[in-house]
């Protein structure tokens, strides 16, 4: 077995994150998820019997389309975020 020894770099490295980019960062870090990837984490939850608590709070809620799934799913989730987007 190889021993592995880096800096904080690698860490980053080996994790495949980056903050070097050819583009810019979106304003205030707004990178919206697609929908569809919390109701196929929700329904798998369903599957596996995993219940999450009733009360969510989406800290980071973008334009509010994660809460609007959860919401149509029957939490309570209460929506911040470091803009307001309506």
Not at 31 to 48: G, I, M, Q, V, W
Request: proline residues 1%; aromatic residues 10%; charged residues 30%.
């Amino acid at each position: 077995m190889k021993d592995w020894i880096g800096n904080k770099k690698s860490t980053f490295v080996q994790l495949g994150a980056s903050n070097h980019t050819k583009k810019g960062r979106e304003e205030n870090d707004f990178y919206a998820t697609d929908p569809k990837a919390l109701e196929l984490f929700l329904n798998k939850l369903k599957e596996d019997k995993i219940e999450l608590h009733n009360n969510i709070w989406e800290c980071a809620c973008g334009m509010g389309h994660l809460s609007k799934v959860l919401k149509n799913k029957g939490y309570d989730v209460y929506s911040t975020d470091i803009v307001y987007r309506n």
